[in-house]
């Protein structure tokens, strides 16, 4: 006697089939977004010699990240010799300080060419220092060795509406430069005197990178701008060019063929922080915070 078996529903067979073909979508889409997320390979085979290019662009928040490349291309035995791009207008002491000795002790050990794009001042500057050959543009902003500490006193509008700050502290200039009260003379000079101090840190740097005098950098180490002709007439970079001269030099100096690739050395991109409240917070917070920084200070106006 024959038994009629339950037939099979046919949509299962297309759920199926959909099941594996929304996976692999999703799977492809996955893939390429960690690809744009990582800047992808860029074309360099493993142990292939090649030289890397690192950028330091924009305000120099935090070093951790970059420092942490430049070490990769330091220890890497294919990688031949650093492009450092450097578009920056300076930023923390502590964080352009640290991307300087990243730069030197690479350049110990390879060759390093520096292209300043359209702006590399303080601490921005102070970075490409570690370099054993600056590019500039000539339309580049370079320089402005300096030292800038800025605070605003917000204590007479708190006076207006009935605010008044009531601050604990255990020694007389531990709230230096807060906006909650008026700087007296003692902050002042307090403040004046830190900030000569790496001041004098900055220009001995440039003396001893650059091959000029101590005299001769303080001249320049007013906190202005050069051009990029007239920082190469006054020695802080070494030649007027763009990548492309960068380039050239770094492929001979590391004795690399004009085919040899080069690779993208990018940090991991907190695009998110950047969105969130918290990252406003925290780039707020550095701009507003009373404290020296290696950073060129515009007066907002621009060119037309």
Aim: proline share 5%.
């Amino acid at each position: 006697m024959r038994t009629e078996q339950d037939p099979v529903p046919r949509s299962s067979g297309y759920n199926r089939k959909a099941a594996w073909l929304t996976g692999g979508l999703l799977f492809l889409i996955a893939s390429g977004m960690v690809g744009l997320l990582t800047g992808g390979d860029q074309g360099v085979v493993a142990g292939q010699p090649h030289l890397a290019r690192v950028e330091i662009e924009g305000p120099i928040l935090q070093a951790e990240p970059l420092v942490r490349l430049l070490e990769e291309a330091r220890k890497r035995e294919a990688t031949k010799g650093v492009l450092l791009r450097v578009d920056s207008p300076g930023g923390g002491v502590g964080a352009s300080q640290a991307l300087y000795e990243a730069v030197e002790r690479l350049s110990t050990e390879k060759p390093v060419a520096v292209s300043l794009g359209s702006m590399g001042a303080s601490g921005g500057y102070m970075a490409a220092l570690g370099g054993d050959r600056l590019f500039a543009l000539d339309s580049t902003l370079a320089g402005s060795i300096g030292v800038i500490m800025m605070s605003s006193g917000v204590y007479p509008l708190l006076e207006d509406v009935g605010i008044e700050p009531r601050i604990i502290k255990s020694g007389k200039l531990k709230d230096a430069g807060t906006p909650l009260r008026e700087m007296t003379g003692a902050d002042r000079a307090y403040l004046q005197s830190l900030v000569d101090e790496l001041h004098d840190h900055f220009v001995t740097m440039v003396a001893e990178e650059r091959d000029l005098t101590e005299s001769e950098v303080r001249e320049l180490a007013d906190g202005r701008l050069f051009s990029g002709r007239q920082a190469a007439a006054n020695g802080l970079v070494d030649a007027v060019g763009g990548k492309a001269a960068a380039e050239a030099w770094l492929r001979e100096e590391a004795g690399v063929s004009s085919g040899a690739p080069i690779e993208e050395l990018e940090p991991p991109r907190e695009w998110l922080d950047s969105l969130l409240p918290l990252g406003m917070v925290r780039w707020t917070g550095w701009l507003m915070a009373p404290e020296p920084r290696f950073r060129y200070q515009h007066s907002g106006a621009v060119a037309r």
